[in-house]
């Protein structure tokens, strides 16, 4: 009897169903405290949920592969999402055309700050190469991030769990710090979240405002490009950036 | 609603074709986005559309998208205890900075424009 149990489950734990209904139950419960607590920065939904699944898969001792099995189905669809940040811009075309020139100077200076910040600090706090460059990408959304790094001599899945944590830091801390910095236009607001802390951040900025919303998958999407290009020339341009991966 | 998922669905594999065919590291739904932004300011579709629930729908639950690989941190636990001060500082400060300087940079450009559009007044306009 109790050997059947364990073995049920085993075979239930490994198979998908339980990944999908362990993350959906915990995106529900979370919601529900972001609700309750009516927006508290730290209850953020993203946060509260990896912090509920992750606790549940080490208490229980799942490996992490068999929880994927079933959260991946949830992962995929990332990709579809990340195509449907064109309606918001779509809305938003008006304002978006009419603030051109401020988009490119923010997504330019957010760029190169953002690379040149990351790297000199992680090195100044004794960290090495591979880890510095690891962190170079982190700003940009995560298949961007990854792509990056691994070009550069970073470590790709590293840099996605780096990716991670910055996006959550920005859904939680970014637009208490921006009220705090007395920056109040909407535009700036959503372009400052989406440099920093891409989608994870888009989708705090879409939950407070429409045009912040716009404004930073605009960021988010620009920024991945931009990166893209000056990350390597950065890294080949600037003495004390010459890294040995 | 169907229809509106297998729009989204064929940007993103034109995207991802794209991507690939011209190999940029740029991920493929950025590519198909784009190709989804101008068919919207093409076609211009009304509220009920497909494309427009479905991309409603799958933003509303954006933040549930982001969780498998969040908690695909727990992976790495040991790296970031080992080097948690490097990392911390890099981490945190490289995302204040960009915070900082972006809405700095917006913020002035913005009273730039502002003050720039004061001075030249629209011709018939109040001098």
Same mark, same amino acid.
């Given at each position: 009897?109790?050997?059947?149990?364990?073995?049920?489950?085993?075979?239930?734990?490994?198979?998908?169903?339980?990944?999908?209904?362990?993350?959906?139950?915990?995106?529900?419960?979370?919601?529900?405290?972001?609700?309750?607590?009516?927006?508290?920065?730290?209850?953020?939904?993203?946060?509260?949920?990896?912090?509920?699944?992750?606790?549940?898969?080490?208490?229980?001792?799942?490996?992490?592969?068999?929880?994927?099995?079933?959260?991946?189905?949830?992962?995929?669809?990332?990709?579809?999402?990340?195509?449907?940040?064109?309606?918001?811009?779509?809305?938003?075309?008006?304002?978006?055309?009419?603030?051109?020139?401020?988009?490119?100077?923010?997504?330019?200076?957010?760029?190169?700050?953002?690379?040149?910040?990351?790297?000199?600090?992680?090195?100044?706090?004794?960290?090495?190469?591979?880890?510095?460059?690891?962190?170079?990408?982190?700003?940009?959304?995560?298949?961007?991030?990854?792509?990056?790094?691994?070009?550069?001599?970073?470590?790709?899945?590293?840099?996605?769990?780096?990716?991670?944590?910055?996006?959550?830091?920005?859904?939680?801390?970014?637009?208490?710090?921006?009220?705090?910095?007395?920056?109040?236009?909407?535009?700036?607001?959503?372009?400052?979240?989406?440099?920093?802390?891409?989608?994870?951040?888009?989708?705090?900025?879409?939950?407070?405002?429409?045009?912040?919303?716009?404004?930073?998958?605009?960021?988010?999407?620009?920024?991945?490009?931009?990166?893209?290009?000056?990350?390597?020339?950065?890294?080949?341009?600037?003495?004390?950036?010459?890294?040995?991966? | 609603?169907?229809?509106?998922?297998?729009?989204?669905?064929?940007?993103?594999?034109?995207?991802?074709?794209?991507?690939?065919?011209?190999?940029?590291?740029?991920?493929?739904?950025?590519?198909?986005?784009?190709?989804?932004?101008?068919?919207?300011?093409?076609?211009?579709? @009304?509220?009920?559309? =497909?494309?427009? +629930?479905? #991309? !409603?729908? $799958?933003? %509303?639950?954006?933040?549930?998208?982001?969780? /498998? &690989?969040?908690?695909?941190?727990?992976?790495?636990?040991?790296?970031?205890?080992?080097?948690?001060?490097?990392?911390?500082?890099?981490?945190?400060?490289?995302?204040?900075?960009?915070?900082?300087?972006?809405? @700095?940079?917006?913020? =002035?450009?913005? +009273?730039? #424009? !502002?003050? $720039?559009? %004061?001075?030249?007044?629209?011709?018939?306009? /109040? &001098?």
């Amino acid at each position: 009897m109790n050997l059947q149990f364990a073995q049920a489950w085993a075979a239930i734990v490994a198979s998908p169903l339980f990944g999908l209904t362990l993350t959906l139950a915990a995106y529900q419960a979370a919601r529900k405290l972001w609700q309750r607590t009516r927006g508290f920065s730290l209850a953020n939904p993203v946060l509260v949920a990896v912090v509920l699944v992750a606790a549940v898969l080490l208490i229980l001792s799942v490996p992490y592969q068999d929880y994927w099995a079933g959260a991946q189905y949830i992962s995929f669809l990332l990709g579809p999402a990340t195509v449907a940040l064109a309606l918001p811009l779509h809305r938003q075309a008006a304002s978006i055309s009419q603030a051109g020139w401020v988009v490119a100077a923010c997504v330019l200076t957010g760029s190169i700050t953002a690379i040149v910040v990351a790297v000199t600090v992680t090195k100044a706090f004794g960290g090495s190469d591979v880890l510095a460059l690891s962190l170079a990408p982190k700003s940009t959304t995560a298949p961007v991030a990854i792509a990056l790094s691994e070009s550069i001599g970073g470590i790709g899945s590293l840099t996605a769990a780096f990716t991670i944590l910055t996006g959550i830091l920005g859904a939680v801390a970014a637009p208490r710090l921006l009220t705090l910095l007395h920056v109040f236009d909407q535009r700036v607001r959503g372009l400052a979240i989406g440099m920093s802390s891409h989608g994870i951040g888009t989708s705090r900025a879409l939950q407070d405002d429409p045009t912040a919303g716009a404004f930073s998958g605009l960021a988010m999407a620009i920024n991945a490009l931009v990166t893209a290009i000056v990350l390597p020339l950065l890294l080949a341009g600037v003495p004390w950036l010459h890294l040995q991966p | 609603m169907i229809a509106g998922f297998i729009a989204l669905l064929v940007c993103q594999l034109i995207g991802e074709f794209t991507v690939r065919v011209a190999a940029v590291p740029i991920p493929g739904p950025v590519v198909g986005m784009v190709l989804l932004l101008i068919a919207l300011q093409l076609r211009r579709p @009304g509220p009920t559309a =497909g494309v427009v +629930r479905a #991309a !409603d729908a $799958l933003l %509303r639950n954006l933040q549930l998208l982001f969780i /498998p &690989a969040g908690v695909g941190v727990i992976q790495y636990l040991s790296v970031l205890a080992g080097a948690w001060l490097p990392v911390t500082a890099g981490l945190v400060l490289s995302w204040l900075a960009v915070l900082i300087v972006t809405s @700095g940079v917006g913020v =002035g450009t913005l +009273r730039l #424009a !502002d003050r $720039l559009s %004061r001075r030249r007044p629209e011709p018939g306009g /109040p &001098a």
